[in-house]
């Protein structure tokens, strides 16, 4: 299984961003996006369903990001809207196979910066 993400940057306060991710070796349940800033632990940041589409958010977060995916590119993208200087960390892209029960597989990472 291989995730590739891409859409980190820098930007302003009140800017947005869209990320994106493409999975490919494998048949997926589910799609996530975490992320870990500077000196913390990695956090849930959004998930939807690969069959349903059911989303999934953190509270920070609704309202501002909205997570979708493109089942025949096998691509989940996140977009960040209003963002905020406490988004900046480093968002990753998960998946979790059919019946898995955790997400298994990750991808590299990518810088979002967000300046006040």
């Known amino acids: 299984v291989q995730l590739q993400a891409f859409g980190g940057g820098l930007v302003q306060a009140g800017g947005y961003l869209r990320l994106s991710c493409a999975a490919s070796?494998?048949?997926?349940?589910?799609y996530g996006w975490f992320r870990q800033a500077p000196g913390k632990e990695r956090e849930f940041v959004a998930a939807?369903?690969?069959?349903?589409?059911?989303?999934d958010y953190r509270d920070s977060v609704k309202g501002r990001f909205t997570i979708s995916r493109d089942n025949a590119k096998n691509t989940v993208y996140l977009q960040m809207n209003s963002l905020k200087p406490e988004d900046t960390a480093v968002y990753y892209c998960?998946?979790?196979?059919?019946?898995?029960?955790?997400?298994?597989?990750w991808g590299q990472g990518t810088q979002v910066t967000v300046s006040s």
């Open positions: 939807i369903s690969r069959g349903s589409g059911s989303t």
């Open positions: 070796g494998g048949t997926f349940s589910s």
């Open positions: 998960a998946v979790k196979r059919l019946l898995a029960v955790m997400y298994d597989y």
